[in-house]
């Protein structure tokens, strides 16, 4: 079992829509979850960060985990053209300072 | 305030070469992680650092591979005998003592 994994995509969504992405992950002893959004060619960007059970909203953005289900998600409302991109889950085990572990990503394609 | 900043941000070398990756953090920030992304696949983590120590290299190869990061200067990734496996955009990455990672833009390593 990997230890982080994402839907293997790509994700296509129209222009306005509602994008769902999702990542589960193996160690239950995980604390911090964190999702990057990477264009092609560029560095993977922070979007989101979130560490207990719930929701976490940031402008357009909704991050939700479920510790119980190891789950993890990212929605996207009032998706745009420009929100285009890989988007990477990651989990860190022990705390602030400790290597962060990835999923492989999922493309997401914005049509106009 | 400046990023993460690496260089070179592109990287040829010829088979049995030594490639050498530097990375300066952001100001203020005194840990520093190295990952490595291969086309289409997530960022796998190779060596976790702080000023004059190896926190945790689990992720590295156990040849041709070294880091450092000492008490002056750029964090090093240092490959030795560099194989056509070795192609891959290498990232940096640091953060502030329990605070977040952030990225910096990548070496790309062409093996030939």
């Known amino acids: 079992q990997k230890e982080v994994e994402q839907n293997s995509g790509p994700l296509s969504v129209p222009e306005g829509a509602i994008a769902s992405l999702n990542c589960t992950y193996s160690d239950r002893g995980s604390q911090s979850f964190f999702w990057y959004r990477q264009y092609s060619g560029k560095s993977p960007e922070l979007i989101m960060s979130i560490y207990s059970n719930g929701d976490k909203e940031d402008g357009r953005f909704t991050a939700q985990l479920n510790k119980a289900s190891q789950y993890v998600s990212l929605l996207i409302r009032d998706s745009q053209p420009s929100d285009s991109a890989t988007y990477l889950c990651?989990?860190?085990?022990?705390?602030?300072?400790?290597?962060?572990?990835f999923g492989k990503g999922i493309t997401l394609s914005v049509r106009p | 305030n400046a990023g993460v900043m690496q260089n070179p941000r592109h990287l040829v070398r010829r088979r049995g070469q030594e490639a050498r990756l530097r990375c300066s953090p952001m100001?203020?920030?005194?840990?520093v992680y190295w990952y490595r992304q291969l086309p289409e696949e997530g960022l796998k983590f190779m060596v976790y650092l702080q000023k004059e120590n190896i926190i945790d290299e689990s992720g590295m190869p156990k040849e041709r591979f070294s880091a450092e990061f000492p008490k002056e200067g750029p964090s090093i990734l240092r490959i030795q005998q560099v194989v056509r496996g070795d192609s891959a955009a290498y990232f940096c990455?640091?953060?502030?003592?329990?605070?977040?990672?952030?990225f910096g833009n990548g070496t790309r390593l062409t093996v030939t």
């Open positions: 990651a989990v860190q085990r022990d705390g602030a300072n400790s290597k962060l572990t």
């Open positions: 100001k203020g920030h005194s840990h």
């Open positions: 990455a640091s953060s502030p003592p329990a605070g977040l990672v952030h």
